[in-house]
């Protein structure tokens, strides 16, 4: 056309609106006004909402803009167009602005309400939408149906049903009547939160008031009742059901597949189509799911690769189930695999599929796979999302990359206590106590209070440091200052805070007069201060305490084993009764470690190790002066047999070819499965200093960081 006017620019404008296609309104628009033609105040109307649709801030504040210079904003008359404004704000998560909008407005409408309401709400600000819902009724608006369901349905998904409850009796005191979204959201949220008493009491209230004769009711009981776990009563209701939709054979398919029936899950799935409903993506991803969840990953697998073939399109959530089933049920790398193949076919990885696959690979020797994730998350801008930052600063300290997890925090816009409690345990487990310090003043300087997790850190780190006293304090004054309840975790890091100070008696009191009662992981606390001093009576005390505690732990077993023939020989120490001595462990203790993106497995004793391999590290024992019966400092060999006896531990090995086969510039990772013995501690601090090596070990139980003939657990651990 030659000439566009106004009308016609409305007439596009509209038939693209109607049809929901938003981000083809916005493009009209900007077009329109580069032409010259202004939008009226109905057709700014209609742009606005779509901005508000597409969450488009910059054209939507330019819009607002517009309206005032042309006096769309100030009469009683532009209450729509003032509307619009608000509802643009909110939806683009500027309550601010919207707030600034609507005290501005010379008339507000229930639509003005119910949209500064429902901000509020999404904005989890509570006590506000409950002040506006007084105001309105002060000012002469009453309240109407979408305004209470938009108060009740945000109560209910945020798991205040008490609140949401109280609130549907004001509504019907009120005068106004429940419909079928008010009953829904509420039934919904006890399906969620998996609260079955509740959930059956508004079932009864419902079929009091004759609430329950619709599908939608229908399929929200149906809901409730399966995730609750009452599948026969999921099965009833989803029968007694008139016209069944989609929603109602999902929702039952799902229940028989989260409760372990994935062979009536998958006869129902079946039957849809001859009931007429097709299948949709969800009712494949929930068998997928169901399937993998039950651990028959091949059946999974199958119906993964037949849905194309039916015409149903995978989305990202069918990708996710895949890598997220996989990582659950042990198969790493093929979660990995499942990732790039997902790349691949041009499917754009979310934050679920991100948290899903990163913690699988948060260990020493899969550091570039971390990174490998890291470039996926950066291309997709996904790196700004607080759960996947903090889940980046989580893998890089866990796979030994400090620098990296610093670098990701430093770059966190959106710091919460998880960013913090991530990056403080980060310098914890590498050995830096003083940053650990630093971010623990700092975080407190922004206003953030530290947690369970953070003060448990901090008393550790006190305990390196040596400076009891101020971890007493922060331990006694916890519930005080912090409104942090003492639980067995900051017990533990008490009972390891006084050992390292070579408090053993103090350490022993604190358990002795606990409030709880002590898990394992106090007693380890104790066993290993009492093996790092040498007491055997107090390791052997723990020791005990923990076989009760885990009697089929081969590790302790074989403590109690070691520590019985240490006592024999020495003091006069009531014997105990040790399950499968003869046995011992298990398994023979391993070791996996890193080389040019490959990992290889040697275990204590390998009689496949290379004799060059043996006869390498031979020779470097011999050129640093030691031998198999050096084992330093005093502390108590009880977590593991002698060379003399097994033959070369594990990590000895790992360390030879490492040295051997990898560039002298790369850091040597392992993990090991059990502690590290002192000799072969002495033995990679030795190796870190003669061929200047960094050499990371992970061990049940701490890591450990090899630099110039140190070890970043001081020689504790």
């Known amino acids: 056309m030659s000439h566009r006017d106004l009308l016609t620019w409305s007439a596009m404008i509209g038939a693209y609106a109607t049809r929901g296609m938003f981000d083809e309104v916005l493009a009209l628009a900007v077009s329109m006004v580069s032409e010259g033609v202004l939008p009226d105040r109905f057709l700014i109307t209609r742009i606005l909402q779509a901005c508000a649709y597409a969450e488009d801030l910059e054209l939507g504040s330019a819009l607002h803009s517009m309206a005032i210079r042309r006096g769309f904003m100030g009469r009683v008359k532009d ?32 639509g003005t309400w119910n949209s500064m309401i429902f901000g509020c709400c999404r904005s989890c600000e509570w006590e506000e939408a409950r002040r506006l819902l007084e105001d309105m009724r002060h000012e002469g608006t009453e309240p ?55 959930g059956s009491e508004l079932h009864c209230y419902a079929i009091k008031i004759g609430s329950v004769n619709n599908v939608l009711s229908g399929n929200s009981l149906v809901d409730m009742y399966a995730k609750c776990g009452e599948i026969v009563a999921a099965c009833r209701i989803f029968n007694e059901i008139p016209e069944k939709d989609i929603f109602s054979w999902n929702s039952m398919v799902a229940g028989y597949a989260q409760a372990g029936y994935c062979g009536k899950a998958y006869e129902l799935f079946c039957k849809m189509e001859d009931y007429g409903i097709r299948r949709n993506v969800i009712t494949w991803n929930t068998m997928i799911s169901g399937y993998i969840r039950n651990g028959d990953d091949e059946r999974a697998f199958e119906l993964f690769q037949t849905m194309e073939g039916y015409g149903i399109k995978r989305d990202t959530a069918s990708w996710n189930i895949l890598i997220a089933g996989s990582v659950h049920n042990g198969y790493f790398d093929r979660a990995l695999r499942i990732f790039r193949q997902m790349q691949s076919a041009g499917m754009k990885p979310d934050y679920i599929t991100i948290l899903s696959i990163i913690p699988a690979f948060a260990n020493l020797v899969a550091a570039w796979k971390v990174r490998e994730i890291h470039a996926c998350i950066f291309h997709h801008n996904l790196e700004m999302d607080g759960k996947i930052a903090n889940a980046l600063i989580n893998a890089y300290s866990k796979s030994g990359d400090l620098a990296a997890a610093c670098s990701v925090f430093d770059r966190h816009s959106s710091r919460n206590i998880i960013s913090w409690n991530c990056i403080i345990v980060a310098h914890l487990i590498h050995g830096s106590p003083t940053q650990v310090l630093d971010h623990f003043f700092e975080m407190k300087q922004h206003g953030v209070l530290p947690d369970h997790t953070t003060l448990t850190a901090v008393i550790k780190v006190y305990g390196m440091e040596g400076m009891v006293s101020e971890g007493r304090e922060i331990f006694l004054n916890m519930d005080k200052v912090y409104n942090v309840t003492p639980d067995l975790d900051h017990y533990a890091a008490m009972v390891e805070l006084l050992g390292r100070s070579g408090r053993l008696q103090e350490a022993y009191e604190i358990i ?105 590290l031979k020779l470097m024992l011999i050129q640093m002066g030691l031998s198999m019966s050096d084992i330093g400092n005093g502390t108590l060999e009880v977590e593991e047999e002698m060379e003399e006896v097994v033959g070369f531990h594990c990590e000895k090995l790992a360390i030879a070819l490492a040295i051997s086969d990898s560039p002298c510039f790369r850091s040597i990772r392992i993990i090991k499965t059990a502690r590290m013995c002192n000799h072969c501690h002495t033995f990679a601090k030795l190796v870190s200093e003669k061929y200047g090596r960094q050499i990371l070990i992970k061990d049940p139980k701490c890591l450990h960081k090899f630099e110039n003939g140190n070890c970043s657990c001081e020689d504790y651990w």
């Open 79 to 110: 209450v729509p167009v003032g509307n619009s404004v608000l509802v643009m704000y909110v939806k683009c998560g500027e309550l601010g602005r919207a707030r600034g909008v609507f005290e501005k407005m010379r008339r507000r409408d229930l």
């Open 512 to 616: 002795d007069g606990m409030p709880l009662t002590p898990n394992f992981t106090v007693w380890d606390a104790l066993l290993t201060s009492a093996i790092m001093h040498g007491n055997v009576r107090l390791a052997q005390l723990a020791a005990t305490e923990m076989s009760v505690i885990e009697p089929n732990d081969p590790r302790i077993q074989m403590v109690l084993s070691n520590l019985q023939d240490l006592a024999g020989k020495s003091f006069d120490v009531p014997k105990v009764t040790v399950h499968n001595k003869g046995r011992m462990l298990d398994e023979v203790e391993s070791c996996l470690v890193e080389i040019r993106n490959m990992v290889y497995f040697f275990s204590t004793g390998d009689n496949v190790a290379s004799e060059h391999l043996v006869a390498e």
């Open 144 to 198: 109407g149906v979408v305004t209470w369901n938009t108060l009740i349905s945000s109560y209910a998904r945020s798991g205040d049903l008490d609140v949401a409850v109280e609130l549907l009796e004001q509504m019907e005191e009120s005068g106004v009547e429940p419909d079928v979204v008010t009953w829904t959201s509420l039934v919904s949220a006890c399906a969620s939160l998996k609260l079955l008493g509740q």
